[in-house]
């Protein structure tokens, strides 16, 4: 049995070379889960990682009841990892947040509050503790994705959401996608809402963005959620009689 079907709210966390992050998850996640307004686990996602992130992770779920986890067998990136994780999870929500933990888990209320009404609750980074060319970087990137998809969002790189399970199944899912959440929430008419969450700086591991999967990447997928966007396919079944009784 998937034990995910057991709790109202499961927090995807993909994890590709972060061994050195990962006592902090397990302290700073342990504390959390309590906290929570509702039954809530941690499913980590390994990605292929090739330091000894995998080792940590099985003795983190060994030591802790609500802790479980996934493991690829290489290395496929944040969007296809965020889908192995939605893919997975059988609770009514599904949350996401960084093992970097730049995002602070205690925030995941501040959503919660929102979540029975919008589809998609992302938080704001107030205070963004990130030097300023990657805050230049973020700000030329989300400007260019608004005009291009006409969602509202401003803050499509948070590591912090919350999605409801069913809906975050129904989009269609592409190398990048993590950046489109809103604009892909459109395209099923879901609600969206930003959420103000607080920032720290990395103190642990290495970042794996730089200037391509910055500014680059998202503006060649910008393209790509363009040429989709004109070809999606959705409809409304009106009538039909298959469950009707004999």
Same mark, same amino acid.
Request: include cysteine; glycine fraction near 6%.
């Given at each position: ?56 992770? #099985?003795? /983190?779920?060994?030591?802790?009841? &609500? ?5 690829? $067998?290489? =290395?496929?990136? @944040?969007?296809? *990892? ?9 609770? #009514?929500? /599904?949350?996401?947040?960084?093992? &970097? ?5 205690? $925030?995941? =209320?501040?959503? @919660?509050?929102? *979540? ?131």
């Amino acid at each position: 049995m998937n034990h995910t079907k057991d709790y109202d709210f499961t927090i995807i966390m993909p994890v590709y070379n972060e061994e050195d992050n990962l006592d902090r998850v397990e302290k700073e996640l342990s504390a959390y889960l309590p906290k929570a307004p509702m039954k809530t686990c941690l499913l980590l996602i390994n990605d292929g990682s090739k330091d000894h992130s995998l080792e940590k992770i #099985k003795d /983190i779920c060994t030591r802790n009841r &609500d802790f479980y986890f996934i493991s690829s $067998d290489r =290395n496929h990136g @944040l969007s296809t *990892a965020m889908k192995a994780g939605i893919d997975t999870v059988e609770s #009514k929500y /599904i949350g996401y947040i960084d093992s &970097d933990l730049q995002t602070n888990p205690e $925030d995941f =209320n501040r959503l @919660l509050e929102f *979540a029975p009404e919008y589809q998609l609750v992302s938080g704001i980074r107030a205070h963004r503790k990130d030097s300023g060319f990657k805050k230049l970087q973020s700000k030329i990137a989300n400007g260019f994705r608004r005009k291009m998809t006409g969602d509202t969002a401003t803050d499509t790189g948070c590591p912090l959401k919350v999605m409801w399970t069913d809906y975050s199944r129904r989009l269609p899912f592409f190398d990048g996608m993590h950046r489109f959440l809103p604009a892909l929430m459109m395209l099923e008419h879901g609600k969206f809402k930003e959420v103000p969450v607080r920032h720290y700086p990395r103190v642990a591991g290495v970042s794996k963005y730089h200037l391509w999967n910055r500014l680059k990447g998202p503006f060649v997928d910008c393209f790509a959620y363009r040429w989709m966007k004109k070809r999606y396919i959705r409809y409304h079944i009106d009538e039909q009689n298959l469950y009707k009784k004999a």
